[in-house]
Each structure stands twice: as structure tokens, then as C-alpha cells.
């Protein structure tokens, strides 16, 4: 009489997890099926950033060549970044004192 009682209450404990993981599976595709009917958003287009970057000539870091473009291992760096972020650099030459002068008056000359 004990192990049919057992046996009864495996039984339903069994059936039950069933029913719990096929409403489970139900929900998942439900959802599935609702999440892939949906267009995707479209994000706006956002116009590039355009950022001025002081430098000071102090190899190896910032190096400018004869034909005044830059290079180095800040300049490198800053181009690596900016292309990460999809920001335009241009960049210009500048002296310690011009450079916070100019950041103080949210300007480059």
C-alpha cells in the first residue's frame, strides 16, 4: 500500500514538472515568435563629431612631419579612438600656455 501511494505521488510529481516545462516551452517560443515579427528600429542618423585636438610637438608622443601632417604614439592612439567613436580629428599645433588659455575660453586659435 506504501510504495503505490509512492508510486501515485511520483507519478503526479512527474506529470507536473512536465506540464511546468512544456508551459515553459510554450512561453519561449511565444515570445520568440512575437520578438521576431517585429521590424527592427532604425536608428537615426547622427551627423560625424568633429573634435580639435591640440598638440605639442614632443616626439615620440606627438611628432609633426615636414609636410605638417602628425604622427606618433599619441597622435596614433587618438586616430585609433576616434575611429572607434566615429569622430573627425583635425588637429592643431598649439604651446602649453595657448592650449589652457583656449580651453578656458572654449575656443582654439
Known amino acids: 500500500m506504501i510504495l ?10 512527474r506529470n507536473s514538472l512536465v ?3 512544456v508551459a515553459v516551452l510554450a512561453a519561449v517560443l511565444l515570445f520568440a515568435g512575437v520578438a521576431n515579427s517585429q521590424e527592427p528600429a532604425h536608428a537615426p542618423k547622427v551627423a560625424r563629431t568633429r573634435l580639435v585636438v591640440g598638440l605639442i610637438e614632443s616626439p615620440p608622443f606627438c611628432v609633426r612631419s615636414e609636410d605638417g601632417s602628425w ?14 567613436l566615429g569622430i573627425d580629428t ?3 599645433e598649439t604651446t602649453l600656455g595657448c592650449s589652457m588659455t583656449s580651453l578656458q575660453a572654449a575656443r582654439w586659435t
Request: charged residues 15%; glycine residues 10%.
Open 4 to 13: 503505490s501511494a509512492f508510486a501515485l505521488v511520483a507519478i503526479g510529481y
Open 19 to 21: 506540464a511546468v516545462a
Open 71 to 84: 604622427s606618433g604614439i599619441s597622435v596614433e592612439l587618438w586616430q585609433g579612438i576616434a575611429a572607434d
Open 90 to 92: 583635425e588637429f592643431r
